[in-house]
């Protein structure tokens, strides 16, 4: 399709295992957004990179939390040794500017047991 | 203090009611601002943009008063299909691009 997409589209991991989400953002788009979702709050900022460049990281909420968008389309954020409290839904959201309106990706749902 | 804060409701209203959100938000320096709605394990998506002049999209209201650093969404014949979370949402400061700042969400039930 023509829309956001993200996988997978669940994932489970233990706690202190590594989890890698993928975001392909609509074709074109040079800004992406990554957000955490936990149940029953709205989304939270967590970067924003234009093409290949990561200009806010300011969100991450540790050094575990790692994005990266190598040739300024795909991007993958990584959680390393993760924790119960990164259970929840990180959405990737693209544009074609930084401020067009941004479209999201239905989302991974992370559970960590 | 949240930077955006909106009652979680619900709100449980009958078809054809007329309901009205509110949000606050906290940064007087905020340049633009949004109503998001986000079905059950969906994706936000945006429902309009909430100028100081106030706009409306059919059945929907949207009002900003800076003054008071709040946000309104009104939504008259309330359908089934209405049914969903409204997420007010800011983007703070001129950043250079939209670092949005979500509330929590308003949840509405229309019923028959």
Redesign the interface.
Known sequence: GAGVSQSPRYKVAKRGQDVALRCDPISGHV?L?WYQQAL??????LT?F?NEAQ??KSGLPSDRFFAERPEGSVSTLKIQRTQQEDSAVY?CAS?SS??Q??H????TRLSIL | RKEVEQDPGPFNVPEGATVAFNCTYSNSASQSFFWYRQDCRKEPKLLMSVYSSGNEDGRFTAQLNRASQYISLLIRDSKLSDSATYLCVVNPANTGFQKLVFGTGTRLLVSP
């Open positions: 800004s957004f029953g709050q709205g989304p939270e900022f924003y234009q200009l806010d959405l544009t930084g401020y309106p941004q999201f990706g239905d989302g």
